[in-house]
C-alpha cells in the first residue's frame, strides 16, 4: 500500500493567510492558491504542506482549530478547497494538510462542553485543582510556548486546564481513548476527501508525564521537558498509524521536538509503523542560544549536525529545511553579510540543502530570496512576539530595546509578511492593503523579476529540482562530508552503486581556497549544476568565488 513516494519528494510549504489574496480583502486565500496552482507546478514540486486552512478564530493563525471538518471563512468553504486539491492532483501535486491535535482551539466544540464540570467532555482536555490555599496557584510550574504559566484558571468549575501555547489553544487529554479515536476520525474524513499526508503540530508533545510533574525552570522560561516524548507517546502514534496513516499510500511528518538522531530509530524507521519522517530543529538552533539569543553562525557546527541525521540507516528518512512560518529567513542567519549578492548566496543555501538524502521543504517565498523586514514595534502580529514584549514591558522594561533587537532577529513575522509577486500594488500580494507589512524590497525582490531573468534564484531552484528528479544517488546513495571542519565550505559526496555526485559550496562572501581531498579518485566528471556562468568544468584545486556552488558528477 505504502509507495514511500516522499523519498524522492521536494515539498512546497504555503502559509495560506500570506500566499495569494484571492478576492481582495487582504488575506490569503484558497482562491488565491488556486490561481497559483500553475507557478507551483513550474518550481517543480512534488508536494504541498498547506499551514491549516480549517476553522479557527485565529488567535494563533489557524493553529487553534475550532472545527477540523470545514475550513475558515477567511480562507473560503469546503468546494475551495475541493477545487484546490483537485486542481493539485490534475497537476501532479500532492497535498499535505497540517494536523494540529496536540491543543484545540477554546471555541472548539469540545471545550465549550468540557468546561462544564459533569460533561462528557470534561476529560477530553487536561483539567487540574489549583494549589495552595483555595486551589489559586497554578497545579504546576509548567511554562507556555507563548510566554506565562501554562494553565488557566477557569471561574465557572473552579480548575484549571492546561495549554501549552496560547490560553485559547487548551491541550487535548490524549490519555482519554475517546480523543485519539477522534484524531483518527479527523485524518480518516481528510484521507478520504484525497490529501495525501500530514504535517503533526508539536506532535512529541501529545504524552505528559505521569502526575504532571514540575520541570526545572530554565532560561528563557519557555517550554518544559515533562511533555516531551512523554511514556506513551509511541503507543498513541503506532495507534493512529494502524487506524490511519497505514491505510492510505501516505506520508506523515512530525514536527518533534526531542527526536534527535540518537533515538529517531524508533520515531522514524519503516519497522516501526509510526511517523514516516519528522523535522528537527537542532540546525536551527545553531544561530539562536536556546533557541532565543542571537548567536554567530557556524557552518562546522550547522554540518556536524545534518551529518548526524545523514548516517541513520536508510530505512529512516530525514528532512531538511532552511525556513518555515515559525522561522525568519534563512539568508540573514546562514549566509552573513551577502551585500549585493543575495541571490548567489540563495543559490549556495539551496546547492548545499538540495542534494542530501532528504525530503527537502521549500517556505513560500525562499525561492526568490526573500528576507527578513525591518519591523518596528507596532508591527508585529504573530502573539508570541506580542507576548513578548507585554510581559517584557511589564517585569523588565529596562530590557526593551534589547528584546527588540531580538525580534528584528527572531521574530517568526519575518517569514509571515506577504509573498512578493510583483513591484506593483501590494506585491501582487492583494488589491488592498495585506493583514501584514509587506516587506518595502518587493519592489527589487519579487517574483515576476526573478521570472524575467534567466540566472535568477527562482530559476536556479527550478533547475535544481528538475535535476535530483528521479535520481538514485541522491535518493538513496551514502552521505560523506568534505572538509568536515571548515567553516567556509559545505561539501559532501554522494555514492550508490559506483555513481557519485560531489557538492561544494561556498558559504560566505569572500574567495575560498578549495584543495581536491587526497582521496578522491576519479576518471570522468562532468559540471552539472552551477551558479556562476563560467564555473570550472572539471572537478579541481580552485579558488572559489563567493557564494560559488557546484555540483559534479563523477
Ligand atoms: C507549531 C506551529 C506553530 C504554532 C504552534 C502551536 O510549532 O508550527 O506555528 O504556533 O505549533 O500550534
Ligand atoms: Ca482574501
Redesign the pocket.
Known amino acids: 500500500m505504502k509507495t514511500r513516494w516522499y523519498k524522492d519528494a521536494v515539498v512546497y510549504q504555503i502559509y495560506p493567510r500570506s500566499f495569494c489574496d484571492g478576492n481582495g480583502d487582504g488575506i490569503g486565500d484558497i482562491r488565491g492558491i488556486i490561481s497559483k496552482l500553475d507557478y507551483i507546478k513550474s518550481l517543480g514540486v512534488d508536494a504541498v504542506w498547506l ?1 491549516p486552512v480549517y476553522k479557527s478564530p485565529n488567535d ?2 489557524g ?2 482549530i475550532s472545527d477540523y471538518r470545514d475550513i475558515m471563512d477567511e480562507f473560503g468553504a469546503l468546494d475551495d478547497w475541493k477545487e484546490m486539491i483537485e486542481g493539485m492532483h490534475s497537476r501532479g501535486i500532492r497535498l499535505i494538510m497540517d494536523l ?1 491535535v ?2 484545540t482551539s477554546d471555541e472548539h466544540a469540545w471545550f465549550v462542553e468540557s468546561r462544564k464540570k459533569d460533561s462528557n467532555y470534561r476529560d477530553y482536555y487536561i483539567w487540574r485543582k489549583g494549589r495552595g490555599k483555595n486551589g489559586k496557584k497554578p497545579p504546576n510550574n509548567w511554562t507556555s ?2 510566554v506565562g504559566p501554562a494553565w488557566e484558571y477557569d471561574e465557572q468549575s473552579g480548575e484549571w486546564y492546561l495549554h501549552l ?1 496560547s490560553k485559547k ?1 487548551p491541550d487535548l487529554n490524549w490519555e482519554n481513548p475517546k480523543v485519539r479515536q477522534e484524531v483518527a476520525d479527523i485524518c480518516n474524513y481528510w484521507f478520504d476527501l484525497g490529501v495525501d499526508g500530514f504535517r503533526c ?2 506532535i512529541t508533545y501529545i504524552s505528559k508525564r505521569d502526575g504532571l510533574p514540575n520541570g526545572k525552570l530554565k532560561f528563557p522560561l519557555i517550554g518544559n521537558e515533562n511533555y516531551i516524548v512523554g511514556p506513551n507517546y509511541h503507543k498513541y502514534i503506532r495507534e493512529l498509524n494502524e487506524r490511519s496513516f497505514s491505510r492510505y499510500d501516505s506520508m506523515t511528518v512530525g ?1 518533534s521536538i526531542g527526536i534527535t538522531p540518537d533515538n529517531a530509530f524508533e520515531a522514524i524507521d519503516e519497522s516501526v509503523g509510526e511517523l514516516d519522517t519528522v523535522f528537527s530543529f537542532d540546525h536551527m538552533g545553531v544561530d539562536f542560544k536556546m533557541n532565543v539569543i542571537p548567536a554567530k553562525f557556524n557552518l562546522a557546527k550547522y554540518k556536524k549536525i545534518l551529518d548526524k541525521w545523514q548516517q541513520l540507516p536508510k530505512t529512516c528518512q530525514p528532512t531538511i529545511f532552511l525556513e ?3 522561522q525568519p529567513r534563512c539568508l540573514p542567519r546562514f549566509s552573513g553579510d551577502y551585500g549585493d549578492k543575495r541571490e548567489l548566496a540563495g543559490m549556495a543555501l539551496a546547492a548545499s540543502m538540495l542534494f542530501m538524502r532528504a525530503t527537502p521543504y521549500i517556505y513560500q517565498g525562499q525561492e526568490i530570496g526573500m528576507t527578513n523586514c525591518d519591523f518596528r514595534q507596532e508591527d508585529y502580529q504573530d ?2 512576539s506580542v507576548n513578548a514584549l507585554k510581559m517584557i514591558k511589564r517585569v523588565c522594561p529596562i530590557l526593551l530595546p534589547y528584546a527588540r533587537k531580538v525580534l528584528l532577529k527572531r521574530a ?1 513575522d519575518h517569514a509571515r509578511t506577504p509573498m512578493q509577486w510583483t513591484a506593483g500594488e501590494n506585491a501582487g500580494f492583494s488589491t488592498v492593503k495585506p493583514w501584514m507589512k509587506l516587506n518595502p524590497n518587493y519592489k527589487e525582490i519579487n517574483v515576476e523579476d526573478s521570472e524575467s531573468r534567466e540566472d535568477s534564484l527562482l530559476n536556479f531552484y527550478r533547475k535544481a529540482l528538475a535535476y535530483r528528479k528521479g535520481k538514485d544517488v541522491i535518493i538513496c546513495g551514502d552521505f560523506k562530508l568534505v572538509y568536515p571542519k571548515s567553516k567556509d565550505i559545505f561539501a559532501y559526496v554522494r555514492e550508490y552503486h559506483g555513481k557519485r555526485l560531489f557538492v561544494i559550496v561556498n558559504f560566505k562572501n569572500k574567495k575560498v581556497d578549495f584543495k581536491l581531498p587526497k582521496d578522491l579518485t576519479f576518471n570522468n566528471c562532468s559540471l552539472a549544476l552551477n551558479n556562476y556562468a563560467d564555473a570550472s568544468k572539471t572537478l579541481k584545486d580552485m579558488k572559489l568565488r563567493e557564494y560559488e556552488a557546484l555540483v559534479y558528477e563523477l
Open positions: 499551514s494563533d493563525n493553529y487553534d494540529v496536540n491543543h510556548n507563548f501555547f489553544q503540530d508539536v514536527e518555515n512560518h515559525d502573539i508570541m517568526r
